[in-house]
């Protein structure tokens, strides 16, 4: 073959290779490319990796997804179990919150999820730390961080003593974008056991009158309560949002006979609920 037909084929060999290798290299696959990092924990050996949509911390509820990078050959770990304690220091004790368990995401083989719902904060985002417990190929490490978590602008979660001299925490989920339209409602729904935790609570009702301040007050048509979902431990119902603008979702708590732990009927004479949560858009 001469030469210059020779060269020309070589080239075109080599390109077709590297092109190959670059689209099976499962290394070229960013699992996080939707997310935005929150923080990076280095522990020995291992960095950890923190992400959400945001890229920070909030108090209600927090979409967390989880990477653990080995520092001694630059790759994630796939196979690992955790499992975390987030923990807020007041002056004269110290509490954690409501959290989930940490699994492997679906259809990723870096990414481990999970949730955590912050109830309160200090003005600054400070008074948060985060300890993190994981086991890879039989070895257990630990490593505690102090984090941020920042005010969220809305009253997206309430912490409150009910009739039944329990503490809960009520968060909301869902709507994140919410629209003029009949969204799905979800929230969470814990209680205080101890200063460490907060278990589902199961069974109950949460009614929903949701409401325009600034608009005379006036409420919304096909809305309905909250209910248990037992697949994912959530409640779910249905919010109508017929403008944009601030309504205020006020709320009942009923216990599985229908008593009323928390909350009022809005009235001509009793404007708002005593618990609610906020929305804006």
Known sequence: MKLKYFLPLVLFALVFSCSTDDTNDPTQVNEVEDLSLIQTIVNGDQTIE?????????????????????????????????????????????HSCPKSAIKKADGKNTVFEGFIIYQMTNMDGSGWSLTLDYRIDNVDYSVTKTIEVMQYKNQNIASFMASDDTRYILALIEPKDPSIAINEM????????????????????????????????????????????????????????????????????????????????????????????????
């Open 50 to 94: 923190l992400f959400n949509k945001k890229g920070m911390f909030e108090t209600g509820y927090n979409a967390i997804s989880i990477r653990i990078k080995d520092n001694t050959t630059d790759t994630y770990v796939e196979d690992a179990s955790l499992s975390w304690m987030p923990m807020m220091q007041m002056p004269s004790m110290q």
């Open 186 to 281: 979800k929230v969470g729904l814990f209680k205080m056991q101890n200063m460490m935790t907060f278990p589902v609570v199961e069974g109950y009702t949460i009614t929903l009158d949701p409401r325009m301040p600034g608009m005379g007050n006036h409420s919304s048509p096909n809305n309905t309560d909250l209910t248990f979902n037992s697949t994912d431990n959530f409640y779910y119902g249905d919010l109508s949002l017929t403008m944009t603008g601030y309504w205020k979702l006020n709320l009942k708590l009923m216990n599985a006979n229908d008593d009323v732990l928390k909350g009022e009927d809005v009235t001509e004479k009793n404007e708002a609920s005593s618990l609610y949560l906020e929305l804006e858009f």
